[in-house]
């Protein structure tokens, strides 16, 4: 059974600072492309980053370059979302997601919260 738990979401003040993870278990991690997505209230999901198994990055939006860091650890099934200077904006849940080939997977989303 295919298994995507993401944690570490939560309420925090602009300019701060928050760490996504994301543990996978029963998929052979190491060959999958993992992704952060984020869905805003009353938005669309959207892309956030991703990191291939050759540890090659994206970063879907300019508003997120400079601030975030995506990041894996093969060895623990874990990719990370390390999110600096935060923004209200950047309030949303925020979805891990393992793809390879036509297998793609979905974590439950945690919330992250930008506010004062």
């Known amino acids: 059974q295919v298994q995507l738990v993401e944690s570490g979401g939560g309420l925090v003040q602009p300019g701060g600072s928050l760490r996504l993870s994301c543990a996978a278990s029963?998929?052979?991690?190491?060959?999958?492309?993992m992704g952060w997505y984020r869905q805003a209230p009353g938005k669309q999901r959207e892309l956030v980053a991703t990191?291939?198994?050759?540890?090659?990055?994206?970063y879907a939006a300019d508003s997120v370059k400079g601030r975030f860091t995506i990041s894996r650890d093969n060895a623990k099934n874990t990719v990370y979302l390390q999110m600096n200077s935060l923004k209200p904006e950047d309030t949303a849940v925020y979805y891990c997601?393992?793809?390879?080939?036509?297998?793609?997977?979905w974590g439950q989303g945690t919330q992250v919260t930008v506010s004062s």
């Open positions: 997601q393992a793809k390879f080939s036509t297998l793609n997977y």
């Open positions: 029963g998929i052979s991690f190491r060959l999958y492309t």
């Open positions: 990191i291939t198994p050759g540890d090659s990055t994206y």
